[in-house]
């Protein structure tokens, strides 16, 4: 990792960023990315303890939790950051902005690779969460919030729960497209609706047995 490099992403990304001595002082991103180098390396060098002894350190540090066996590319951002966590077979790509309550988690369903690949130049969004072994695209933009459980290709844009395509390189996708968010119906709404059903049920029930 350039240091230098990684300074100037923060910089080029966050309009809140004064100068390198301000990232590299202030901004735990840096500190967790810092420290994630040097757990990685003893990870790579069967140095397992120590390297997750770095890892709770940092996680202590700065409410990041990085597991020294991910994989991290060039000029990695982290915004605010605390509560992220990212997996240890994760790998992401150079150039990735992550905001603060991401995952790139497991679903306790794989083995080996078990953890989100992620492309260069992605933007994953606040509370966004990656889940199993899925693949991210380049340029791809993961929505606020977002619940990802499948691939999402390059230069797309994917929201809502669980996660749907909306836009692919600029354009809409069609609402008649199988992966149109706007057409996806509320689950938790559905929920509500069939219970107010069975308790209308009930209370004609116990009307008619009143009678």
Do not use: C
């Not at 606020?144 to 996708?173: E, F, H, M, Q």
């Amino acid at each position: 990792m350039s240091l230098r490099e990684t300074l100037d992403a923060y910089k080029e990304k966050d309009p809140a960023a004064r100068s390198r001595a301000y990232v590299f002082f202030l901004y735990p991103g840096v500190h967790a990315t810092i420290y994630h180098r040097a757990g990685h390396w003893l990870y790579r060098h069967k140095r397992y303890f120590l390297a997750r002894a770095v890892s709770q350190f940092s996680r202590f540090w700065t409410g990041i939790e990085i597991h020294p066996g991910a994989v991290i590319g060039k000029r990695f951002v982290i915004d605010h950051g605390t509560g992220i966590v990212i997996g240890e077979t994760a790998e992401v790509g150079d150039d990735v902005l992550i905001f603060q309550g991401a995952t790139l988690g497991g679903t306790g369903k794989d083995a080996g690779k078990r953890h989100p690949t992620i492309g260069n130049n992605v933007m994953i969004g606040a509370g966004a969460k990656l889940l199993g072994p899925v693949k991210i695209g380049d340029n791809a933009r993961i929505a606020a919030g977002a619940v990802v459980l499948r691939d999402v290709p390059p230069d797309s844009t994917a929201v809502g729960v669980p996660a749907r395509i909306v836009r692919i390189a600029g354009k809409k996708v069609a609402v008649a497209d199988a992966l149109d968010h706007t057409g996806i119906s509320d689950p938790m709404a559905a929920e509500l609706a069939a219970l107010r059903e069975q308790v209308r049920i009930l209370e004609k029930a116990v009307e008619e047995m009143t009678k």
